[in-house]
């Protein structure tokens, strides 16, 4: 009697995953594995399937197949990490795919929206809109693709920043799935603080601690009343001194500023008047009004082409307010305060198009002309931030003839946390190949007006270098980092008994080390 040839061990697993999910629902084509392989940056190694769970029981029973099998797990959210936050450092994973984890839970009276960890953060802001709600944080600039799960455990910036401070701080509790499949709940269900803040350990974590299944966040009231406003600054230490003068004040619920390249760059070569025109058309939508339209388009096709182009610090603002009284009130002192330090004001109208349309598709993943982009970031303490400036200037400087002979472009954008933190963003252009991420995730339509450039691995080469020595200069200025995935040293910059505690931790929960090895230094 014939007997069957014995199984793999990874055709076993790859059977077991599709017995949980449906075989349509394990991606094992190359191009498909290739593809989730590689974030905004590069590539690593490649996971023998992409597993895509559509309920948290098919999640966590996920992750206790891998534990069975030892294998490496990685989520990938919406994708727009470039630390190596969702690439394998081992080989023989599965990225897990939550896209079709989507339910959104709305509990307008106890004031918790509760999402799956597949929800974007532009799918939760539309799923709130006609309660009148909004989270106090509402997403990064990526929020089309971005998920609040995803976003929880790389801590983001960006829209309700000013006053509300980064996601995590928006958070009320977590559903999670441990590195042995079981499921875990922090807090209670409408209030973060009961006991240890056991939320706050899988903030910024990267996933190494635990698999988001569900989150919760605060809501509140949304103001439609606004005010947007925008400055030009001659120098970097007056627009850093105004950034903070007006942080302080809690003033503003958004703000970020640009140095020449980016804002004339990313935003003041897009296509010049014809897109900026495509976009005010946007505002008009979003304010309602013919009549603001119209005079947000002509500001945007006449006097903001002309400003972006001499701006040397742009700062933008958003401050919202229960009342157009207010939120104009809000804008006066943001104006009293920027002007103090020199600024001039200039029309508001980059500002007043995020208001209209917070969430961008992923074009900025590659330069204005289709070079290759990386930023990198330091979370500075305001004394640190003249120093650190300096020294950047110092050693950009240093680098000219090199930066030159392989064109390699550098910005900076800025951007007040809170009152008490700021964050500098240098970015690198290159001219190289694009990536399959760039094939897949940057629209067709905008991908075909971009330049093709070939393999370039000397510059790439060279601007590998210099981030790794500016992110050394950084943790020269005591700086802390968001996104920390594989390329900030987090843990080789924490003291002995926190390494010990985060250790004993990671022990408890992944006792296998399976869910994203080499994340946060683990």
Known sequence: MATAAPRDATSAFLDRLAAIVGQANVLTREEDRRFYATDVLRAAEVPVAVVRP???????????????AQAPVVVRGGGASYTDGYTHARPGGITIDPSRLKAIAVDATNAVVTVEAGVTWAELRDALLPHGLRTPFFGPFSGLAATVAGSMSQHSISHGTGIWGVSAESLVGFDLVTGTGELLSTGTSFFRFYGPDLAGLFTGDCGALGVKARVRLKLIRRREAFEALSFNFTGFEAMHAAMRAIAIEALDDENFGLDATLQQGQIGRQKGVAAKAEIAGQVLKGQGSLGAGVKALAKMAISGERDLRRATFAVHYLADG?????????????RELALAEGAEEIPNTVPTVVRSMPFAPLTNTLGPK???WVPFHAL???????????????????QEEVMAAHSI?????????GPNAFVYEPTFYWPDARSIYHERVVPADHLATLARYPENPAARAQAMRMKAEIIALMEAHG???FQIGRVYPWLASRDGPSVRLVRAIKAALDPAGILNPGALGL
């Open 380 to 398: 500075l303490a305001h004394d640190r931030v003249a120093g650190f400036h300096a020294a950047l200037e110092a050693y950009l400087a240093a």
């Open 54 to 68: 559509g309920s948290v029981e098919e999640l966590a029973a996920i992750v206790a197949a891998a534990h069975a």
């Open 322 to 334: 229960v009342s157009p009284a207010e939120a104009r009130d809000r804008a006066a002192r943001i």
């Open 409 to 417: 472009v550098s910005g900076r954008m800025f951007m007040a946390v």
């Open 479 to 481: 700086a802390g980092h």
């Open 370 to 372: 289709g070079e290759r």
